[in-house]
Each structure stands twice: as structure tokens, then as C-alpha cells.
């Protein structure tokens, strides 16, 4: 087959997907691994524009532990995490919202713009739109730990950003969120994705990350049903970083989003191979 009619076939395949997600919204995790590399980066603030164009709401929320351990290595601060979570003092905290929404937050924004988009940037103290509260102390071997400044979600107020996506703009959500007192507190960003996409009632959550999705034997496992999540863990075969992964798009299926996929954003146009071709790519997680 000619080049040419390899592009025109890969278009017809898109079609009914331009119409079967034409008005929906997607929120989009891109997480600090996935961003590191720029000409890659620039590929998918394209793949972002591209689906705004074609009618579909964009809500982009990202990490950034990378960019925050690379500050906290040239200030000779110690990284400490506990249960995969980020021990956050008040030095910490300084630090992680200044990396955030200083620096990652405005690279996102500003590649997305030089693509041609209209994002906007914004944090969940913004019209304190992400209430949270400080987890608790947790106690593992009968040890207590104090978390710091880390946060969980207790509600999102989804106006503010419903009346960004009406118009033409694209979120570009940094992970923080505000307590009762008006303090920053540092959430996980898959959470905030996953809340994100529960209260706007969203068509796809899409984790954007360094991996293919859950492997099993050097193979990619492409659809895990939520009742085979815990399974996984126990044997293994979800470890890490996935963790949080699984269990906040398990918490946003259980929450009525339609579809949460895991999928390596460094793969040039990944966004795009997963919404608008059959197979997709990545894994899925489904209700069964």
C-alpha cells in the first residue's frame, strides 16, 4: 500500500471516534516522567490540541516527582516517602509548589500554547476549587509516621473548570490542594486526576506515564477488570509507582467514569493511537 493511502486509511478509521467523543471531556494524568523529553512533549501538546479541535474537552492534571527530587538533590534535602506517598514538611512544601506551579506547571502550559492551544494554568487553591484535609499519622510495626503536609481529597468544585472547557481553553492542573485554614497541601496527582474525572463525569481517564502499562512476563496486559486489581498486587505484577496508577483509576470507575487507560507517553502520539484506532494501546481498566 502507497504511504499516502496508509494516512487516509488511519483518517476513516478515526471517524467514528471523532463522533462518538465529539463533546465529551477527558482528563489526561501526564506525569514528571512522561515529560522529560521535549521534542516528545511537543507531540503530545499537539496530540492535546488535535482533540480540542475535534470537539473533545480537555482537563490535563500533572505530576512532577522528577523535577521536584532533581531541586530537592541541589539543596541537599533528603527525599522521604513512606507507602509511596512524599513526606512534606514546610520546607518541602515551599518547595514542591514552587516547582509545580512554577516551573512544570508553566512548561506544560506554554508548549500546549506554542502548539497552537489555549491552556490555562491553575492550582487547586484557584477559587479553592480542590478542598483537602492532612492525612492522618499512619502506623506501620506499630510506628508512627507523620506525613506532613500531605493532603487528600475532600471535594472538588467542578465550576471552575466546566466554564474553562465550555470555551477554548485547556486546564493545566498542578496537584495542590487547599485545607480548611487556607494552607497548600501536596496531593498525589493520580488522586486529583481520578476525583477530576468522577466529578465532571468524564468519557476517559488517561494516565500518561514511562511504561506500556501493567506488564505481566515481559507481556502487556491489555484489559484489567477492577476485581482482578487486588490480585495483581498481591502477586506482584502491579508494583510501585503503578500502584497509585490502578487504584485511582479503580476509584474512578467505581465512580462512574466511563474508561481509565494507562499508556506510555513517551511513545510519540500516543494520546491519539489510543483514542482514535480500535486496538488503542496501554492497558484498560474496566468494571469486568
Given at each position: 500500500?502507497?504511504?499516502?493511502?496508509?494516512?487516509?486509511?488511519?483518517?476513516?478509521?478515526?471517524i467514528?471516534y471523532?463522533?462518538k467523543?465529539?463533546?465529551?471531556?477527558f482528563?489526561?494524568?501526564?506525569?514528571?516522567?512522561?515529560?522529560?523529553?521535549?521534542?516528545?512533549?511537543?507531540?503530545?501538546?499537539?496530540?492535546?490540541v488535535?482533540?480540542?479541535?475535534?470537539g473533545?474537552?480537555?482537563?490535563?492534571?500533572h505530576?512532577?516527582?522528577?523535577?521536584?527530587?532533581?531541586?530537592?538533590?541541589?539543596?541537599d534535602?533528603?527525599?522521604?516517602f513512606?507507602n509511596?506517598?512524599r513526606?512534606?514538611?514546610n520546607?518541602?512544601?515551599d518547595l514542591?509548589?514552587?516547582v509545580?506551579?512554577?516551573?512544570?506547571?508553566k512548561?506544560?502550559?506554554?508548549?500546549?500554547n506554542?502548539?497552537?492551544g489555549?491552556a490555562?494554568?491553575?492550582?487547586?487553591?484557584?477559587?479553592?476549587?480542590?478542598?483537602?484535609?492532612?492525612?492522618?499519622?499512619?502506623?506501620?510495626?506499630?510506628?508512627?509516621?507523620?506525613?506532613?503536609?500531605?493532603?487528600?481529597v475532600?471535594?472538588?468544585?467542578p465550576?471552575?473548570?466546566?466554564n474553562l472547557i465550555?470555551?477554548k481553553?485547556?486546564?493545566?492542573?498542578?496537584?495542590?490542594?487547599?485545607?480548611?485554614?487556607?494552607?497548600?497541601?501536596?496531593i498525589?496527582?493520580?488522586?486529583v486526576?481520578?476525583?477530576?474525572?468522577?466529578?465532571?463525569?468524564?468519557?476517559?481517564?488517561?494516565?500518561?506515564?514511562?511504561?506500556?502499562g501493567?506488564?505481566?512476563?515481559?507481556?502487556?496486559?491489555?484489559?484489567?477488570?477492577?476485581s482482578e486489581?487486588?490480585?495483581l498486587?498481591?502477586?506482584?505484577?502491579i508494583?510501585?509507582?503503578?500502584?497509585?496508577?490502578?487504584?485511582?483509576?479503580?476509584l474512578?470507575?467505581?465512580?462512574?467514569?466511563?474508561?481509565a487507560?494507562?499508556?506510555?507517553g513517551?511513545?510519540p502520539?500516543?494520546?491519539?493511537?489510543?483514542?482514535?484506532?480500535?486496538?488503542?494501546?496501554?492497558?484498560a481498566i474496566?468494571?469486568?
Amino acid at each position: 500500500m502507497r504511504p499516502e493511502n496508509n494516512k487516509i486509511s488511519t483518517l476513516i478509521e478515526s471517524i467514528p471516534y471523532i463522533q462518538k467523543f465529539h463533546g465529551k471531556t477527558f482528563v489526561i494524568k501526564y506525569g514528571g516522567n512522561a515529560m522529560s523529553d521535549k521534542s516528545i512533549a511537543m507531540k503530545v501538546a499537539q496530540d492535546l490540541v488535535l482533540l480540542k479541535l475535534v470537539g473533545i474537552n480537555i482537563v490535563i492534571v500533572h505530576g512532577g516527582g522528577p523535577q521536584i527530587d532533581e531541586f530537592l538533590s541541589k539543596l541537599d534535602k533528603p527525599r522521604k516517602f513512606h507507602n509511596g506517598l512524599r513526606v512534606t514538611d514546610n520546607e518541602t512544601m515551599d518547595l514542591v509548589e514552587m516547582v509545580l506551579t512554577g516551573r512544570v506547571n508553566k512548561d506544560i502550559v506554554s508548549i500546549i500554547n506554542k502548539a497552537g492551544g489555549y491552556a490555562f494554568g491553575l492550582t487547586g487553591k484557584d477559587a479553592s476549587f480542590i478542598k483537602a484535609r492532612k492525612i492522618k499519622s499512619q502506623v506501620n510495626n506499630r510506628k508512627k509516621t507523620d506525613l506532613g503536609r500531605v493532603g487528600e481529597v475532600v471535594n472538588v468544585d467542578p465550576s471552575l473548570l466546566l466554564n474553562l472547557i465550555s470555551d477554548k481553553f485547556i486546564p493545566v492542573i498542578s496537584p495542590i490542594g487547599v485545607d480548611s485554614n487556607g494552607d497548600s497541601l501536596n496531593i498525589n496527582a493520580d488522586i486529583v486526576a481520578s476525583e477530576i474525572a468522577a466529578v465532571l463525569k468524564c468519557e476517559k481517564l488517561i494516565f500518561m506515564t514511562n511504561t506500556d502499562g501493567v506488564i505481566k512476563k515481559n507481556k502487556l496486559i491489555p484489559n484489567v477488570s477492577i476485581s482482578e486489581i487486588s490480585k495483581l498486587i498481591k502477586n506482584q505484577i502491579i508494583t510501585g509507582g503503578m500502584i497509585p496508577k490502578i487504584e485511582s483509576a479503580k476509584l474512578a470507575i467505581k465512580k462512574n467514569v466511563k474508561s481509565a487507560h494507562i499508556i506510555n507517553g513517551t511513545s510519540p502520539h500516543s494520546l491519539l493511537l489510543e483514542v482514535f484506532t480500535e486496538k488503542g494501546i496501554g492497558t484498560a481498566i474496566n468494571l469486568k
